[in-house]
Nanobody, 131 residues
Framework: QVQLGESGGGLVQAGDSLRLSCTND????????MAWFRQTPGKEREFVAAINWSTGRTYYADSDSVKTRFTISGDNAKNTAYLHMNGLKSEATAVYYC??????????????????????WGQGTQVTVSA
């Protein structure tokens, strides 16, 4: 069973930056996709960003706020994906989840943003942005 470990959430003020981290313990020798989703109470889990570990290709939610303020990156040596969030606004407040799936045979671009694509999930980390 693949374990995903998240860290980096917390309480920040509007305009601040945060970096979330997600480490996996056994996907090193696979082609895989790692992603970040977020969820607020009463709403469905929402795609934020993803990275293909083999190609380095990145995907972002179709949101101006995400595309201009968030960056996903990966560190191969540490098996860790990061979500860099700059200029945070209160609407970014959510529980952020890391997710991963093996992508040996490729994942259609249209499926990257669907929670059902991912086999492994972290426990979530709370991000709260105060206005």
């Amino acid at each position: 069973q693949v374990q995903l470990g998240e860290s980096g959430g917390g309480l920040v003020q509007a305009g601040d930056s945060l970096r979330l981290s997600c480490t996996n313990d056994r996907l090193t020798f696979h082609s895989y996709l790692m992603a970040w989703f977020r969820q607020t109470p009463g709403k469905e889990r929402e795609f934020v960003a993803a990275i293909n570990w083999s190609t380095g290709r990145t995907y972002y939610a179709d949101s101006d706020s995400v595309k201009t303020r968030f960056t996903i990156s990966g560190d191969n040596a540490k098996n860790t994906a990061y979500l860099h969030m700059n200029g945070l606004k209160s609407e970014a407040t959510a529980v952020y989840y890391c997710a991963a799936t093996i992508s040996t045979y490729g994942i259609p671009a249209g499926a990257v943003g669907s929670p059902s694509t991912y086999s492994y999930w972290g426990q979530g980390t709370q991000v709260t942005v105060s206005a």
